[in-house]
């Protein structure tokens, strides 16, 4: 079987597919030059940065799957693909632990101030009163979305005896009741939650599902997380969010576009703690991103 990444994958997952497949990496080609490369691949792997649109998959008439190397699909065209019977695959289970721990470490750096404290410290400022901060234990906690990551994200925080909000249509109720969560409605999550993690799908239901009308109800000085899609929030109302200091601080892994630099929220910065999508940047995770797409290639053949 012909098959190409078009996104950097793991030096271990490009041997093993060369083994079981005619691999062909193509992750360094310019994006506007791949449709005149796919026409002979029969599958494409792909991460988050190639965009599976409708013109690039009508460029590789022979594609039988597209596999995605991570969790969101919202990079590919589900619909055109399922049109015509393209299988759409993903590894959904080797990310989350990875952005796990990072939406806790965001938490962990929001209440203790660490950019701030780093930033000063090199600078040779010695801000000991200043930077006083929080603790994580027994604050409480909204997570909004309670799948794979969310679950994960829950078990850290019963080690901080956090109260847990979950707030998710489809959770599983045995495992909400296993880090000692509750299941609310979005409202009393966003009126009790004194941190709020964000772990849901970019679907049509969940773009802008917090607008100026949900930050209003959140707590003044509320800390927000989002390791999930920017477009969840509704931008022009997080700017407004920050500006006033209903969110005294959000620490953001994705945004409305590729990178912040044309965002509003860029006039927040001293309120921010930005990392460029590195929720599922572990060697680890890496690996067993790895692992899983050779074992779907294997399926495939
Ligand atoms: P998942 O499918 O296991 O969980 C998502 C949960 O969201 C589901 O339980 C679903 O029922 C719930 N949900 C859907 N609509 C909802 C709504 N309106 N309100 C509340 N809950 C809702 O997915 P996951 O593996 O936990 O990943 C979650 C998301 O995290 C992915 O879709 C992806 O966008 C993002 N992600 C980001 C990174 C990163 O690098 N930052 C890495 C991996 C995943």
Same mark, same amino acid.
């Given at each position: 079987m012909k098959i190409t990444a078009t996104d950097p994958i793991s030096d271990t997952c490009k041997a093993e597919l060369q083994k079981i497949c005619d691999f062909t990496d193509l992750s360094e080609v310019p994006k506007e030059e791949l449709p005149t490369k796919l026409s002979d691949f029969e599958a494409i792997i792909v991460r988050s940065k190639t965009k599976a649109t409708k013109e690039l998959i009508d460029s590789a008439p022979n594609l039988k799957a597209? !596999?995605? +190397? +991570?969790v969101g699909i919202d990079n590919i065209d589900s619909e055109h693909c399922k049109s015509k019977n393209i299988k759409v695959l993903n590894t959904p289970e080797a990310p989350s632990l990875a952005v796990a721990e990072l939406a806790v470490s965001l938490m962990l750096s929001m209440l203790r101030n660490v950019p701030r404290g780093d930033a000063t410290t090199k600078d040779n400022q010695w801000l000991k009163k200043e930077l006083k901060g929080r603790e994580l234990s027994g604050k409480t906690v909204g997570v909004v979305g309670f799948g794979r990551i969310g679950y994960e994200v829950g078990k850290f925080l019963t080690a901080f005896n956090c109260n847990i909000l979950v707030v998710d249509p489809f959770a599983n109720e045995r495992l909400i009741q296993a880090i000692n969560g509750k299941k609310v409605e979005l409202n009393e999550l966003l009126q009790k939650s004194d941190i709020i993690t964000f772990h849901v799908p970019l679907l049509d239901s969940t773009r802008g599902m917090i607008g100026a009308d949900q930050f209003s109800k959140m707590k003044n000085g509320v800390l927000l997380v989002n390791t999930s899609r920017g477009p969840v929030i509704d931008e022009k109302a997080l700017c407004s969010a920050l500006k006033s200091n209903k969110v005294a601080m959000a620490a953001? *892994?994705?945004?409305?576009?590729? @990178?912040?630099?044309?965002?509003? !929220?860029?006039?927040?910065? *001293?309120?921010?703690?930005?990392?460029?999508?590195? +929720?599922?940047? @572990?060697?680890?995770?890496? *690996?067993r991103i790895g692992e899983e797409i050779v074992e779907l290639v294997k399926k495939l053949k």
């Open positions: 597209i !596999i995605r +190397g +991570g953001l *892994d994705v945004y409305w576009d590729r @990178t912040p630099e044309k965002s509003c !929220i860029m006039e927040h910065k *001293d309120k921010l703690i930005l990392t460029p999508h590195i +929720g599922s940047a @572990t060697y680890e995770s890496q *690996d």
